[in-house]
């Protein structure tokens, strides 16, 4: 579980980088485009930092759920330690109390 929470931010992130990496590289012929094409070539980086950002947007929240997911399981862990740690010592405790270390009086007194 730690792993893939660590995992999917960085798998956002990597797609983030990816997406800024090909959008500046689609933004060098924005220069070299006349009119109608420029709009085009703008629209090609634009998708290119829409993808950039919806990897880190979708890392992001699938993280926040899985650390929710996490943090439920290891509530949910410590109550049932608990719950266990209590019974345990009840059934100790009470056979400890059932326990008679001296032995009856045999004088018959």
Excluded at 16 to 32: F, M, P, R, V
Excluded at 86 to 100: A, G, N, P
Aim: charged share 15%; hydrophobic share 45%; glycine share 8%.
């Amino acid at each position: 579980m730690n792993f893939a929470i660590w995992l999917v931010p960085t798998i956002g992130f990597l797609g983030t980088i990816y997406g800024i990496g090909t959008a500046l590289g689609e933004a060098d012929s924005i220069g070299q485009v006349d009119g109608q094409a420029l709009q085009g070539a703008i629209r090609e980086v634009t998708d290119k930092l829409e993808v950039a950002f919806d990897t880190t947007m979708w890392a992001l929240i699938l993280s926040a759920i899985l650390l929710l997911v996490q943090k439920a399981v290891e509530r949910y862990q410590d109550q049932t330690a608990a719950i266990v740690a209590h019974d345990l010592s009840m059934k100790f405790v009470s056979k400890l109390t059932d326990y008679s270390p001296v032995p009856p009086d045999q004088s018959g007194k």
